[in-house]
C-alpha cells in the first residue's frame, strides 16, 4: 500500500500542514477523511491523525511565538482540559456507537456555527470598532466556563480525530481576541490534543508510524510557511476572513457528521 502513497501524501501533508497554520486548524479532520478514502481503517486513520497534527502544531507555535501571536496562560487552560477531554474521547469511541455518537455531534457544530455566524454578523453591523485582545484574565465563572470548550475540543480529537478546533476558537472569538492571536493560541492547545491522542491511541497500537512519516515529510514545511504567510497579511483581512473559515469548517463538519 505504501508505494502507491509516497508521493501523494507529503503533498496532502503539506497543504493540511499549511491550512493548519493559517486558520489556525482544521486539517485534523481531513486527514482522518483522506486516509479513510485512501482505504486505511477507521480508527488507524483517527489515530494516524491525531499523531501527524503533532509536529504541524509544534512547528506551527513555535513560528507563531516569535510572533508573538500566543496567549500561553488561555492555551495552557484549553490544553490541559483538551487532553483530558482527548483521553474520555478514547473511552466514549469505544462504548457508543459511532453513528449516534456522529449524529450528537453534527448538532453540536451546527450549533457553533450558529453562534459564530451571529457573533460575526453583529461586530459588522457595529459602527465601532471593537477593540481586540491579545491576552485575557481568567477570573469568575470562566474559570470553569472555559475549560469545558478545550474538553469539548479534546473529545472531538478523540473521538473523530478531529484537530478539536471549532470549539477552541469559538471560544477565543468569544473572548474578544485578536484573529492572530486566535491562530497562533489554537494551534498551541492542539500540541495537546495530539500528545493526547498519541498517548490514548498508542497505547492500544492503532498508529500506523509508516503513515506519519509520510504525511509529516510535507506537514512540516508547509507549518513553517503558514505563519509567514499570516505575518505578511492585513490584520483586518484576518478579522474578516477568519471567522467566515470557521463558520464554513464548523458546517463542513456537521454534514460530514449527520451523513
Known amino acids: ?55 504541524t502544531t509544534v512547528v506551527g507555535a513555535y513560528n507563531h511565538n516569535k510572533q508573538n501571536n ?56 457595529s459602527e465601532e470598532k471593537i477593540e481586540k485582545k491579545t491576552k485575557v484574565r481568567i477570573k469568575g465563572f470562566k474559570k470553569i466556563f472555559i475549560p469545558l470548550f478545550g474538553i469539548f475540543g479534546g473529545i472531538l480529537a478523540g473521538i473523530f480525530g478531529l484537530s478539536g478546533t471549532p470549539p477552541i476558537q469559538l471560544i477565543l472569538l468569544l473572548l474578544g481576541y485578536t484573529a492572530t492571536t486566535i491562530i497562533g493560541t489554537t494551534i498551541f492547545v492542539l500540541i495537546f490534543n495530539s500528545i493526547g491522542g498519541i498517548l490514548g491511541y498508542g497505547a492500544l497500537g492503532r498508529i500506523d508510524i509508516n503513515l506519519v512519516l509520510l504525511l509529516c515529510s510535507g506537514t512540516i514545511i508547509g507549518a513553517i510557511l503558514g505563519p509567514k504567510i499570516v505575518e505578511k497579511t492585513n490584520e483586518d483581512i484576518l478579522e474578516i476572513i477568519i ?15 449527520l451523513l
Do not use: C, W
Not at 21 to 46: E, P
Not at 243 to 257: D, E, R, S, T, Y
Open 1 to 55: 500500500m505504501y508505494e502507491n502513497l509516497i508521493i501523494i501524501l507529503p503533498i496532502i501533508g503539506f497543504l493540511i500542514g499549511l491550512l493548519v497554520t493559517t486558520i489556525g486548524g482544521g486539517g485534523g479532520g481531513l486527514y482522518t477523511v483522506i486516509l479513510i478514502m485512501l482505504g486505511v481503517d477507521i480508527q488507524t486513520s483517527v489515530a494516524t491523525s491525531l499523531a501527524t497534527v503533532l509536529p
Open 70 to 125: 500566543i496567549d500561553k496562560g488561555m492555551g495552557i487552560v484549553l490544553g490541559i482540559s483538551g487532553l483530558i477531554g482527548t483521553f474520555i474521547g478514547i473511552y466514549i469511541s469505544s462504548l457508543i456507537p459511532e453513528h449516534l455518537l456522529k449524529k450528537a455531534f453534527g448538532i453540536l457544530f451546527i450549533i457553533l456555527a450558529i453562534v459564530n455566524l451571529k457573533k460575526f454578523i453583529s461586530e459588522l453591523r
Open 243 to 257: 471567522p467566515i473559515i470557521i463558520i464554513v469548517i464548523n458546517l463542513i463538519f456537521a454534514i460530514k457528521m
